[in-house]
């Protein structure tokens, strides 16, 4: 299953889209309790955090969340399927199916609207 195959980099993927979702969550929580200090601190990280690297970031936390939830489904299945390790490639591929399915519609929206606030178009 593993051996630098597809169960590996889902495995690798799997760990690095949670370590991304986490940090997403401190950053968000460290910007809510910036209110104890004040509007101008909280309006300062919140101005910070519609720059377009921080927004651009926003997208890497989208996909890190959808590709992590995707990925538990399958993993879901595995363990609880007879059926579920002996196609786990074929889940892994469809994970990734879904994940464009879902994704592209969000960079379409998404995009365009970094791109404005950067004044590229």
């Given amino acids: 299953m593993y051996r630098g195959r597809e169960g590996q980099w889902a495995f690798f993927l799997h760990r690095l889209s949670g370590i991304a979702i986490l940090l997403y969550l401190l950053i968000h929580v460290l910007n809510i309790s910036a209110a104890m200090w ?4 909280s309006e300062r990280l919140f101005a910070i955090e519609h720059t377009p690297i921080f927004r651009i970031g ?35 591929y469809g994970v990734w199916l879904l994940f464009a399915l879902f994704f592209v519609p969000a960079l379409i929206k998404i995009v365009p609207e970094i791109l404005r606030t950067m004044g590229v178009i």
Avoid: K
Avoid at 62 to 80: K, P, Q
């Fill in 58 to 92: 926003l997208v890497g936390v989208i996909a890190a969340v959808l590709y992590h939830a995707l990925n538990g489904l399958r993993v879901i299945l595995m363990d609880f399927t007879a059926w579920g390790v002996r196609l786990q490639r074929e889940l892994w």
């Fill in 38 to 41: 004040g509007p101008e601190v």
